[in-house]
């Protein structure tokens, strides 16, 4: 039997990045805000602290970090004709857990999408005819402009106090920064990062070819910073240990660096950790939240009471959570009717290998989780798309972030996978060979999507989530056209030998690609294909607001860190300056 | 150095050695100095907690194949790799820690990853004692022999136990290549032997002044976590916990 606790104005689910953000606003507000997050509590001083941080097997390997799937996990399959199987290990992306969530562990790659990314479906039909694509293709308008957010990028960035070159300042192209992106108002809020020589060959390639390489924006900074918090962040070491890791050095813009001891002092935010929740509790209507219920550490079920419950979790577990309280309809691909679940994304990567002669030490280990060189050419729309028959786009970079060997020691095609031959080329490679990237979209389709599984359960008897998943043709089109790009560049870097790796079918879970799980709870102007309003608002609960890469309708080319933190500011600023104003839909 | 603090365990430049390009743009490394190679060599065997006697002989004569000593350097054996794999099946990750060990069980695609009820510590007992029984004597192979063993385990699907060979030696060249390149406190990469012939530096790292000079050849001898600092967590002290 649950314990009903004290009412609350807010019930906040996770705290991680968005739950930081959100609590950070609501409290100043005047709510008073409950935070329940499902790991434990961590802090720079003293869980990230070298050398124990600097633990390749403890936290790449074994991902000491990442959610623990003895307790819980995803099924997956690669089509609505197999069954789906539990991902026994967390192997080909990585949900972080814990205070400060996924936002501990990431690389820092912040970016802003495109207005042809929010807008696609309109421009897209625009520029090439509303029969460009088939009908299989379900991407649509966010309900959003990259106007609507661009002040909330603005205030993202200053929190993490990202480091970068402007190259398009209120209209104005400024020749060093990224002269393809949209249009800023303020210049970045810390100079660009240092640049390792596997960049800098890249750039000069880059810019052989007619290209226009950056520096890639960070957040893991290239000077100390102070944000409008009031907290100071210090300078990136370049240790190599970014991605996968706590930052020792507080130099990594995260939730317990940027916003979160603020909002901990304050007497209207309550944080309760290794609180798992259950479900979201609706009245009898089913039209309104009345709290959550979640179970603690030793077990004891509570009810939290609240009259705003705010979602935060990672992308993945936000449509999980919809799907365990019935609220919305769930997504069916037989009739494509139905909407929680639906558009699942995801990224579509690639990579060059350089091999280079034994004179060139890249020394990969050298590096920042953002310290890369990249272009925009072939970004979002930046590219003319006609007569190529896909949408979407990629950056190509040089953008490694690390050097760790049981997870680098690349070798020529054409290597043995053991024995003397095998060790000889590692050898040899190791410290001579660079990596050219490519990052790019994924579309949304009718037949990729998430649901509740039918078999497998967790911890704590509940439905593990299902992902039905696998690259479209158009994704597999776009990754064939931007690997030969990179691949041009990476001929041109000097090296003696390239290898290049076009992503190809069937999307498999054991291999890591990127943590950019995005969809199953996308935003939008039109209930009938969208689980949430512009406003990141329930349709059919009012009081329930979800925020993550979850709401994004079809995912774009560059990393999505940066939009969910607009987006936060964004949500937040609705429901601050909106709602608690007048409880009820911010859109009819 | 622009890190405004103070107590970073050293400064890197009396730790790190490195030689600037030259201006013919060619690069010279100062060679590495072999610390402790003698001692490396009397190594004391170590005491398996996890394999019985048949089980430490096939996992050693078969680590030796897939990282043989030669002239780049020690291979797995002199690594300690064995140990290193004795360690990881006894501990906490071969009794299946963070593994998802619900039913029902079924073999699906490749893609769908590793859906076997074996934990780590049983599914490698299990494989070996079908090798042992099945192909007894891989031990007395000539290294010839037993690469083409290894190989036909690599290609083939033969059965071990409930454990396809592909599968099984899929596992065991990760677990090598992990117990190569891993920190020496797990027990392998002993005397950071892996990361000297690489030119890996190790769990000490600040790089801020070294980043942005190009085509350095870096020297330095490598960092363990259990050496550095003398084993000690560094803790920022200026900075307190918030």
Redesign the interface.
């Known amino acids: 039997m649950a314990t009903r606790l004290k009412e609350t104005d807010v019930v906040m689910l996770g705290v991680g990045l968005v739950g930081s953000i959100i609590g950070r606003e609501l409290t100043k507000s005047g709510l008073e805000v409950v935070g329940l997050e499902r790991g434990e509590p961590r802090y720079t001083v003293p869980d990230f602290q070298a050398p124990a941080m600097h633990d390749e097997l403890r936290y790449s390997i074994r991902k000491s970090l990442m959610m623990d799937a003895a307790k819980e996990t995803y099924t997956f399959r690669n089509s609505v004709n197999e069954t789906a199987l539990p991902m026994r290990r967390i192997q080909g992306f990585l949900p972080g857990t814990g205070l400060g969530g996924s936002a501990v562990h990431w690389n820092g790659q912040t970016y802003r999408f495109h207005d042809a990314d929010f807008r696609m479906r309109t421009l897209a039909t625009e520029r090439y005819g509303k029969d460009f694509l088939g009908p299989e293709y379900t991407f649509q308008d966010w309900g959003v402009s990259y106007a609507d957010l661009e002040p909330y990028y603005d205030r993202f960035e200053y929190l993490l106090g990202v480091s970068g070159k402007a190259g398009n300042l209120q209209g104005k192209k400024i020749a060093g920064g990224n002269v393809l992106e949209e249009a800023r108002s303020r210049e970045y809020p810390t100079r660009p990062m240092k640049e390792p020589y596997g960049s800098a060959l890249f750039r000069k390639a880059a810019e052989g070819l007619g290209h226009h390489p950056f520096t890639q924006p960070s957040s893991n900074l290239s000077e100390p910073y102070t944000n409008p918090e009031g907290m100071t962040l210090n300078t990136c070491m370049f240790c190599g240990f970014c991605e996968r890791y706590g930052c020792e050095h507080f130099a990594k813009a995260s939730p317990q660096t940027v916003v979160l001891p603020v909002l901990l002092k304050d007497p209207k935010f309550k944080l309760r950790t290794q609180c798992q929740v259950q479900r979201i509790n609706l009245d009898s209507s089913g039209r309104n939240a009345t709290g959550v219920t979640y179970i603690d550490s030793q077990g004891r079920e509570f009810e939290q009471p609240a009259r705003l419950v705010v979602v935060g979790l990672f992308a993945l577990n936000n449509v999980r959570m919809l799907l365990l309280s019935k609220i919305g309809t769930p997504y069916d691909p037989a009739s494509g009717k139905g909407v929680v679940g639906r558009n699942y994304s995801y990224q579509t990567t690639s990579g060059v290998n350089v091999f280079f002669d034994q004179n060139t030490n890249i020394n990969p280990f050298m590096r920042s989780g953002a310290s890369g060189t990249l272009i925009a050419d072939f970004v979002s729309d930046n590219f003319d798309h006609a007569k190529l028959g896909f949408l979407g786009g990629a950056y190509i970079g040089e953008v490694m972030s690390h050097g760790r060997p049981i997870e680098f020691h690349p070798t020529p095609p054409g290597t043995p996978s053991w024995g003397s031959q095998w060790k000889k080329a590692v050898v040899r490679h190791y410290n001579h060979t660079a990596v050219v990237s490519t990052h790019g979209s994924s579309i949304s389709t009718r037949y990729n999507y998430l649901d509740l599984d039918p078999t497998y359960k967790d911890a704590w008897g509940q439905p593990l989530m299902r992902m039905t998943f696998d690259f479209p043709e158009n994704d597999i089109k776009l990754s064939a056209f931007v690997t030969e790009r990179a691949a041009e560049i990476a001929n041109a870097m000097g090296g003696k030998q390239i290898a290049a790796s076009p992503r190809k079918r069937p999307y498999t879970s054991t291999q890591y690609q990127s943590t950019h799980n995005t969809g199953g709870t996308i935003m939008g102007v039109d209930r009938s294909t969208s689980v949430l309003n512009r406003y990141c608002q329930s349709w059919d609960v009012p009081n329930v607001f979800v925020i993550g890469a979850s709401c994004y309708p079809q995912n774009a080319s560059y990393n999505p860190t940066g939009t969910v933190g607009a987006l936060a500011y964004w949500a937040a600023d609705a429901i601050v300056s909106k709602y608690i104003r007048s409880p009820g839909p911010l859109m009819s | 150095m ?4 103070g107590s970073l365990p050293s400064d890197p430049g009396r730790r790190r050695l490195f030689q600037a390009v030259g201006a013919a ?3 010279t490394a100062l060679p590495l100095v072999p610390v402790q190679a003698a001692q490396q060599q009397a190594a004391a065997k170590q005491a398996y907690i996890f394999f019985n006697p048949a089980e430490a002989t096939f996992i050693e004569s078969a680590v030796a ?4 000593k ?1 002239e ?2 020690p ?1 797995a054996i002199e690594a300690g790799v064995p140990n290193y794999i004795d360690k990881q099946l006894g501990g906490a ?1 071969g009794a ?7 039913g ?1 069980w ?1 073999q ?8 076997l009820p074996f934990t780590p510590g049983e599914f490698f007992r299990t494989a070996i004692r079908a090798i042992n029984e099945k192909h007894p004597g891989f031990a007395t192979l000539s290294p010839q022999e037993q ?1 083409k063993f ?1 190989d036909a385990l ?1 290609k083939g699907n033969e059965d071990l136990g409930g454990v396809s060979s592909n599968v099984f030696f899929a596992s065991l ?1 990760e677990v ?3 117990g190569f ?3 020496p ?2 027990g392998g990469n002993r005397d950071m032997t ?2 000297k ?12 002044e ?3 000079k ?5 020297t330095a001898p490598p ?1 363990s ?1 259990a050496q ?2 003398n084993g000690r ?4 002290v200026k ?4």
């Not at chain 2, 194949?65 to 043989?68: A, F, K, T, V």
């Open positions: 622009t890190t405004q603090d743009g060619v690069a194949r897939l990282i043989p030669d780049t350097g291979g990750w299946g820690e963070r593994l998802y060990r619900s029902p079924q699906g695609a490749a893609t769908q990853g590793y859906q690469d290894i690599q060249l090598t290549i992990e390149f891993a920190d406190v797990y892996s990361w012939m690489i030119g890996f530096p190790g769990a000490y790292a600040d790089f801020y070294y980043v942005d190009h085509n350095v050849a870096y960092t976590l550095d600092a967590i560094h803790v920022h900075l307190k916990r918030t």
